[in-house]
């Protein structure tokens, strides 16, 4: 069964603490994303990245950022979280090619305090 | 760029009815619409998908059919039970290199056993 993994269900942060959020896949794709989940605001692209090394922003990148050294891992790092980055994290990865749909992972709830 | 509405934000129903819920997009180079479906502290999952040459998928209880010429398609759920009550969210793929979607808001099902 394809996976998409995210390493914490729940996380609680401080402000001005840098935050990782992992993300790790088994299914060989090539495409990954982060985007961040709010009431009322739907879907938001933070960042993808179609390739190792390769990273692009998305539709919110401000006080994000991004790591892809392993095709399988997709990072996203919060330089210095705030308390408006409190969200659902979610990760998706997508097989390059033809049009696809996701694979998402089950999301990271985070909560900065 | 491409503007996905869906509709309703709610729809509440009673166990063995059906649901309808419905998406409309702005751009007429769309050509793949996946719907997710997305269970409460968990990732939206991918549970059926149309491509712009088919006017009608089924899987079983759940069917989509698309229609070009409105540029509207919609998700069909026949029998409903409780375990279909979730967020359900439409995406529409634009023809052309991208692989991102333009997601609609999505819909909370709720159905009454």
């Known amino acids: 069964d394809v996976k998409v993994t995210q390493s914490s269900r729940y996380l609680v942060k401080r402000t001005g603490e840098k935050v990782f959020l992992e993300c790790v896949q088994d299914?060989?794709?090539?495409?990954m994303f982060w985007y961040r989940q709010d009431p009322g605001l739907g879907l938001r692209l933070i960042y993808f990245s179609y390739d190792v090394k390769m990273k692009e922003k998305g539709d919110i990148p401000e006080g994000y950022s991004v790591s892809r050294e392993k095709k399988e891992r997709f990072s996203l790092i919060l330089e210095s979280a705030s308390t408006n980055q409190t969200s659902m994290y979610l990760c998706?990865?997508?097989?390059?090619?033809?049009?696809?749909?996701?694979?998402f992972g089950s999301g990271t709830r985070l909560t900065v305090v | 760029g491409e503007n996905v509405e869906q509709h309703p934000s709610t729809l509440s129903v009673q166990e063995g009815d059906s649901a309808v819920i419905k998406c409309t997009y702005s751009d007429s180079a769309s050509n793949y619409f996946p719907w997710y479906k997305q269970e409460l502290g968990k990732g939206p999952q991918l549970i059926i998908d149309i491509r712009s040459n088919v006017g009608e998928k089924k899987d079983q209880r759940i069917a989509v059919t698309l229609n070009k010429t409105a540029k509207h398609f919609s998700l069909h759920i026949t029998e409903t039970q409780p375990e279909d009550s979730a967020v359900y969210f439409c995406?529409?793929?634009?023809?052309?290199?991208?692989?991102?979607?333009?997601f609609g808001r999505g819909t909370s099902l709720i159905v009454h056993p």
């Open positions: 299914m060989d794709h090539e495409n």
């Open positions: 995406a529409a793929h634009t023809s052309g290199g991208s692989y991102i979607p333009t």
């Open positions: 998706a990865t997508q097989k390059r090619g033809a049009q696809r749909g996701y694979t």
